[in-house]
C-alpha cells in the first residue's frame, strides 16, 4: 500500500489564480489525478486497509482527498467579497464526477464548537456566518463528503479568554495532558456523534498539523474506547504505507507542499 492523501483549505481564497485559491486548484487537481490515472478511494477506506479490514488491492493506485477547518465553503458555492463567485469545493467534486464519470470523495475534517466557529467567523473570515454547520448532515446523506473531527475549537489563536483553553492557544504541541486531550478531541467526537447519528467520528486530523508526543504516543492509543477514534492525520508529507502509525499519519498539503499543478504531478508520479 502506498496513498497520497491530498488536503486543501477551502478558506483559502486570496485571489483568482491556482497559486492564491485552493478552488481554483482544487479543480486543476482532479483533471490531474484523472489524467494520470489515478482513483480516488474515501479515506476511511485507506484506514480500512492500514488496520487489515480491507485487502491492499481496495487503494492500488488511489489517492484520497481531505479539506481542513470546514467552512461554508466546503458545501456552498459563496460570492467572496474580493474574488467575486467561487464554485464550492462539494460543486467541484460533482462538477468532476459528472464530466470524467469517476466516483469521487473527500474527508472534511470541521471544527466543531459552535461557539468557537461563531468566533472565527468574525475573525478569521467576514463575519456573514460561514461557519456554520447546517451543511453538515445533508454532505453526510448525500455521501459524497464525511464529516470527520479536526478538534472542539482548534485551540485556535483567536479565541478570547475564558473560551476554550486558556494557556498555549494558536498551537495543538501543548496540549499534553488527558484533561486537555479530552476537551479538544473526546468532545469533539461526542457532539459531532450526537448531532450527526448514526454517522460515528472515527477520524481526526490535528490542528496546525501539530501531533504532540502526548497524543501520539500516549492518549490516542491508550484511551480509544473513550474517544473511539480509528486514526489521525498529520501533515508530514510522504505517502501512507503499510505499517505507518496510525495516530500521526502524513498528507500532503496544497500550499505547503506543492504550489502548482506541475510539482503535484512529480509528487503523485513519485509516490
Known amino acids: 500500500m502506498r496513498v497520497p492523501v491530498l488536503t486543501w483549505h477551502s478558506n483559502n481564497i486570496l485571489g483568482e489564480d491556482y497559486a492564491r485559491n485552493d478552488h481554483v486548484a482544487l479543480a486543476a487537481d482532479l483533471r490531474l489525478i484523472q489524467r494520470l490515472g ?14 487489515g479490514g480491507a485487502p491492499a488491492s481496495s487503494v492500488d493506485h488511489a489517492v484520497t482527498l481531505s479539506f481542513d477547518d470546514g467552512s461554508w465553503f466546503d458545501w456552498h458555492d459563496i460570492e467572496h467579497p474580493t474574488c467575486g463567485p467561487q464554485r464550492g469545493f462539494a460543486g467541484i467534486l460533482r462538477d468532476f464526477a459528472a464530466e470524467t464519470g469517476a466516483a469521487v470523495h473527500a474527508t472534511s475534517f470541521v471544527i466543531v464548537s459552535p461557539e468557537a466557529r461563531q468566533v472565527l467567523d468574525r475573525t ?6 460561514w461557519w456554520g454547520d447546517g451543511w453538515w448532515r445533508e454532505a453526510q446523506r448525500e455521501g459524497l463528503m464525511a464529516i470527520e473531527s479536526h478538534s472542539w475549537d482548534h ?7 475564558g473560551m476554550g483553553l486558556d494557556a498555549g492557544k ?6 499534553d495532558d488527558h484533561a486537555a486531550a479530552d476537551a479538544e478531541i473526546r468532545r469533539a467526537s461526542d457532539w459531532l456523534d450526537a448531532h450527526l447519528a ?20 500516549e492518549y490516542l492509543p491508550r484511551f480509544q474506547r ?26 500532503y498539503v496544497c500550499g505547503a507542499h506543492w504550489r502548482d499543478p506541475a510539482e503535484l504531478e512529480r509528487l503523485l508520479r513519485d509516490s
Open 124 to 129: 478569521c473570515l467576514v463575519g456573514r456566518g
Open 155 to 161: 485551540n485556535h489563536a483567536t479565541l478570547p479568554a
Open 198 to 217: 448514526p454517522h460515528r467520528c472515527t477520524l481526526f486530523a490535528y490542528p496546525y498539523g501539530e501531533a504532540s508526543d502526548y497524543l501520539v504516543g
Open 170 to 175: 494558536g498551537s495543538f504541541a501543548g496540549i
Open 226 to 251: 473513550e474517544h473511539r477514534l480509528r486514526a489521525a492525520f498529520g501533515v508530514e508529507p510522504r505517502p501512507i504505507e503499510a505499517g505507518a502509525n496510525r495516530w500521526n499519519l502524513p498528507r
Open 38 to 51: 489515478l482513483r480516488i478511494v474515501p479515506l476511511s477506506q485507506v484506514v480500512d486497509v492500514l488496520l
